[in-house]
């Protein structure tokens, strides 16, 4: 009984909070007839600059990445010098796969961004360019 008598008042007091943090944001907006407090600045992307320096360093890692797993694809089928117990391959692929799945995935965004197709733009490209 105790405990339902002092879940009931804890309601009653939190009911009245925002009772009346709704009646102060009525009050400080001047007319509680306005349904959207909304600017149109905070709806505008500032300008930003091409970021060129990420745009290179998504198209040279994109590019040492291709080679290195092409390379590493021709040591393991035996195209390139393969010996027996040469495990170089091992490493060119993962430094490849390493370098050329992020240096593909901005390529293909910067590449998107620049044909302006809906939906792609500079801004999901992280820039270094500060």
Do not use: C
Not at 102 to 112: E, L, M
């Amino acid at each position: 009984k105790q405990l339902q008598t002092t879940m009931n008042n804890e309601r009653k007091r939190v009911g009245e909070g925002l009772r009346m943090r709704v009646l102060d944001n009525e009050q400080s907006s001047g007319d509680a007839n306005d349904e959207h407090h909304y600017l149109p600045e905070q709806f505008r992307t500032p300008d930003r600059k091409f970021p060129k320096k990420s745009i290179i360093l998504a198209i040279v890692l994109f590019i040492i990445g291709t080679t290195m797993l092409t390379i590493g694809s021709l040591i393991f089928t035996g195209y390139i010098g393969h010996d027996e117990g040469d495990d170089r391959w091992i490493s060119m692929i993962v430094v490849g796969a390493l370098t050329f799945i992020p240096g593909s995935y901005h390529t293909y965004i910067a590449y998107q961004a620049w044909r302006e197709v809906p939906g792609y733009s500079y801004y999901d490209i992280p820039s270094y360019d500060d």
